[in-house]
């Protein structure tokens, strides 16, 4: 990528002919997704930038053609411990593989084999996502990251190839310099280190986000900024809040259900929660935590079934009714999809 421009916004590019801008001027690329070979990518990945490249590679599904020699040894060793994956997962760690050996660097303290490495773990193992302990309000950014690299490898790839060498996600949309000179905070993964306090960071322009304990001047997310990153960092088109305490529970986790049951992959549904009730049904504490809905909700007249994403764990729990009510304080969800309504 180094010295490209790659990562400037452009065009998305399916099999056929499409138009799309480089350097101030119009070109006609022919752009057959069936000839997507590795050197192919590359040269396109020069003329239209990452994000059409990795799109064109998350909608191939002839898996013959995903097959290709890794050159990054991080992505390799991923790829070949897991011969299964889908071709979706394929493009992003294709997406990935790319970048070996000619992405810039804009984080002074991480390495791109370190990052290359976590992200491509991440695509094959989403629930290895974890916002580590002992830095604030990561919950939020920590389910949009498992939600991106479940379900949109291809994209979560491009992100992180974006991030790390932009140091945001635009030109005009960078993180503190502070941040970016910062070392990752122990125990956590380079890539979640980097991917959540990048999010954490560009989603309030008031108070910067340094991405270590003992320097942070603010804590979590509101839910104005979860909204936000999700339509920045992801395909999400659009977002709506549901809360709860107005209208019930019952009537908010159906909605948020149904939307699941009816969409999938282009819903991702985060949950406000109580991070003690969470973890013991009968314990109290407050509102302060933010998980991933993994799958709807089944609720009867005693029990509520549910399963959750929160650190690096899928969790499935059957909860008493009045506990599940005191846990769960609204949803927030993204759909990438504008036809879907909210």
Not at 3 to 8: H, I, M, P
Not at 31 to 54: C, F, K, M
Not at 60 to 69: A, K
Request: net charge negative.
């Amino acid at each position: 990528m180094g010295g490209s421009r790659a990562l400037e916004p452009a065009a998305e590019i399916t099999a056929g002919q499409e138009e799309t801008r480089s350097a101030g001027a119009t070109l006609t690329v022919a752009a057959s997704v069936d000839r997507l070979t590795p050197d192919r990518a590359v040269q396109l990945q020069r003329l239209i930038g990452n994000r059409a490249v990795a799109r064109m590679a998350v909608d191939r599904r002839d898996r013959r053609t995903l097959q290709r020699d890794y050159v990054d040894p991080g992505v390799k060793a991923v790829a070949d411990a897991n011969p299964k994956l889908s071709a979706e997962q394929r493009g992003g760690l294709g997406m990935l593989d790319q970048q070996h050996g000619m992405i810039d660097q804009a984080w002074s303290q991480l390495s791109w084999d370190d990052v290359s490495a976590g992200a491509a773990q991440r695509i094959a193992t989403p629930s290895m996502v974890y916002q580590g302990t002992g830095v604030g309000g990561l919950c939020g950014p920590a389910a949009i990251v498992n939600w991106m690299a479940e379900c949109e490898p291809g994209t979560y790839a491009y992100m992180v190839a974006t991030v790390y060498e932009l140091g945001g996600i635009s030109d005009k949309k960078k993180c503190n310099e502070t941040l970016l000179g910062t070392s990752c905070q122990p125990g956590m993964s380079p890539v979640d280190w980097m991917m959540m306090s990048a999010m954490q960071d560009l989603s309030n322009d008031v108070l910067s986000y340094y991405g270590r304990s003992s320097m942070l001047p603010r804590g979590g997310t509101i839910d104005s900024g979860t909204a936000w990153i999700l339509e920045a960092f992801t395909k999400v088109q659009k977002t709506s809040s549901l809360w709860c305490k107005l209208t019930g529970v019952k009537e908010r986790t159906a909605i948020a259900s149904d939307l699941l049951r009816t969409y999938g992959d282009k819903v991702c549904v985060l949950m406000d929660v109580d991070s003690t009730t969470l973890k013991n049904e009968n314990g109290r504490g407050s509102e302060d935590h933010v998980v991933r809905l993994l799958k709807p909700i089944t609720w009867d007249d005693t029990t509520i079934d549910f399963e959750v994403f929160s650190w690096a764990q899928y969790w499935k729990k059957s909860f008493k009714t009045e506990n599940f009510e005191h846990m769960c304080d609204g949803y927030l969800i993204g759909v990438s999809d504008a036809s879907i309504n909210l």
